[in-house]
């Protein structure tokens, strides 16, 4: 099996910087990156193949050609490939939003919901982020609050430092806020509804589009569960697992999923069989299942990501 390295699609939202095009060597012609989609298959933003027997297809388009074997077997009860993973560059404050659950987002959408994790790969001082309410609130309490400008005052605003972790089932009203670098790892979905976006305006000079009876519908108005075990991993859900590795580290990459590594820092190796690629900070390397033992060397700190089962 080939190891393949990915191009991503960028995105250049109004709260981005330039981290991701300076530091992370991504490649865009506009001003700013908010958000890197490194490993993707959704129609909004299609991973690329760089470089090697397949350069320039798209990864829908190789795992077509190649059967959906290369995903593994823990991928087959889902319909679409499974998970996205971006690097998010928020030097402004993202919307405070929410995201559905499947059951939600298929009937009102027609794609999955969204579940995510966060991992911190860089922070200012002082830099903080919303993840769900400090205590329970009411439906009509979250209504008022949204239409009084007052909703950031029951949120639960958490202090962030490299390496935090943050899991956020569908359902948990978030937002990163500014001066945060951040990995993603999420479900292969595009459904986001803004509560509430500091008065905003977009490029166009009008007010940013809320999705204020969506988010009533599908919001989780409880504080958030903390005491998860996810049994050594960094985060293991019914969607993906993830770990933060530093090399040198080998592993398998056996018939139950593919591998992700997305390179954080530093440069190094990675070797599979026969196979052999040198990788820097900012590539996405992507292993199809079945790929057997890989090893990685050099100064690599890397999120490893797969399809696994709980």
């Known amino acids: 099996m080939p190891i393949l390295k990915l191009k991503p699609a960028c995105k250049d939202y109004l709260w981005g910087g330039r981290r991701l095009i300076d530091e992370f060597g991504k490649q865009t012609d506009k001003d700013r990156m908010a958000e890197s989609w490194e490993l993707s298959c959704h129609p909004d933003g299609l991973s690329v193949i760089d470089g090697g027997e397949f350069d320039g297809m798209t990864l829908v388009d190789y795992i077509e050609k190649n059967g959906r074997r290369?995903?593994?077997?823990?991928?087959?009860?889902?319909?679409?490939?499974?998970?996205?993973?971006?690097?998010?560059?928020?030097?402004?404050?993202?919307?405070?939003?929410?995201?559905?659950?499947n059951i939600d987002a298929l009937e009102h959408e027609h794609q999955y919901g969204k579940t995510e994790m966060w991992y911190v790969i860089d922070a200012e001082p002082d830099a903080y982020l919303y993840y769900g309410f400090d205590h329970e609130i009411s439906e009509d309490e979250f209504r008022a609050r949204i239409e009084n400008g007052t909703l950031t005052d029951v949120l639960n605003k958490v202090p962030v430092k490299k390496g935090d972790m943050f899991f956020i089932p569908a359902g948990t009203i978030h937002a990163i806020c500014k001066g945060i670098l951040i990995a993603e790892v999420q479900q292969s979905s595009n459904v986001t509804y803004r509560v509430f976006d500091?008065?905003?305006?977009?490029?166009?000079?009008?007010?940013?589009?809320?999705?204020?009876?969506?988010?009533?519908?599908?919001?989780?108005?409880?504080?958030?569960?903390?005491?998860?075990?996810?049994?050594?991993?960094?985060?293991?859900?019914a969607y993906f697992t993830a770990d933060s590795k530093t090399a040198p580290w080998s592993d398998l990459c056996?018939?139950?999923?593919?591998?992700?590594?997305?390179?954080?820092?530093?440069?190094?190796?990675?070797?599979?069989?026969?196979?052999?690629?040198?990788?820097?900070?900012?590539?996405?390397?992507?292993?199809?299942?079945?790929?057997?033992?890989?090893?990685?060397?050099?100064?690599?700190?890397?999120?490893?990501?797969?399809?696994?089962?709980?």
């Not at 009008?206 to 989780?220: C, E, G, N, Y």
């Not at 997305?262 to 992507?286: H, P, R, Y």
């Not at 033992?293 to 700190?301: F, I, L, P, Q």
Request: proline share 5%; charged share 20%; with cysteine.
């Open 70 to 101: 290369v995903l593994g077997s823990n991928c087959q009860i889902f319909s679409d490939f499974p998970i996205l993973i971006k690097l998010i560059d928020a030097q402004g404050n993202l919307s405070v939003q929410v995201h559905p659950n």
């Open 198 to 237: 500091y008065n905003r305006v977009g490029a166009d000079g009008k007010p940013r589009q809320l999705h204020i009876p969506q988010a009533i519908r599908v919001t989780l108005l409880t504080p958030p569960k903390t005491d998860y075990n996810f049994g050594g991993h960094l985060v293991r859900c």
């Open 254 to 310: 056996g018939d139950e999923s593919f591998v992700s590594i997305l390179v954080l820092e530093g440069e190094g190796t990675v070797k599979c069989g026969s196979e052999e690629l040198v990788c820097k900070k900012g590539d996405s390397i992507f292993l199809p299942a079945f790929s057997g033992k890989y090893e990685v060397t050099g100064s690599v700190r890397a999120l490893v990501s797969s399809v696994g089962t709980i």
